[in-house]
């Protein structure tokens, strides 16, 4: 074996060597920083999650508030027509639908903004409360 060979080798060993520690040594960080990946893909589906609830009790509360229009609309007319039955029978359904309506369209615009933007605010205050 030649003097070259020799070095080639030993420079190799060492190569090996060093890239071990580098890698026990990156291991914990890299694991950390997958954790943390999972964590915040965690948080984000569940504001998605959150924010799909509210979007759909949003839409029930607008069709709601059209049924409580269309409902005012018939009351209109009969008030107009002066039949009392249908006026009290109208002017009850009305009221019931646009309640609903109000506290399923203030539900659901609550939860929207509860989830957007879908930022995972729980793991981004964890990570910048380790670094200080």
């Known amino acids: 074996m030649t003097d070259r060979q020799a070095t080639a080798g030993e420079s190799a060993g060492a190569q090996g060597f060093g890239a071990g520690i580098a890698q026990k040594a990156l291991e914990p960080l890299l694991r950390a920083v997958r954790d ?22 949003a839409v029930v509360g607008g069709v709601l508030a059209l049924v409580a229009l269309g409902l005012l609309a018939a009351l209109i007319v009969a ?19 646009a309640v609903a309506a109000a506290i399923l369209l203030s539900v659901g615009i609550r939860s929207i903004g509860r989830g957007v933007p879908p930022l995972p605010r729980d793991t981004l205050t964890k990570a910048t409360s380790h670094e200080h």
């Open 79 to 97: 008030l107009l027509a002066l039949s009392l039955t249908m006026w009290a029978s109208l002017a009850v359904t009305l009221l019931v639908f």
């Open 36 to 57: 943390e990946i999972g964590a915040a893909k965690s948080e984000i589906g569940d504001r998605v999650t959150g924010a799909k609830r509210g979007v759909i009790l």
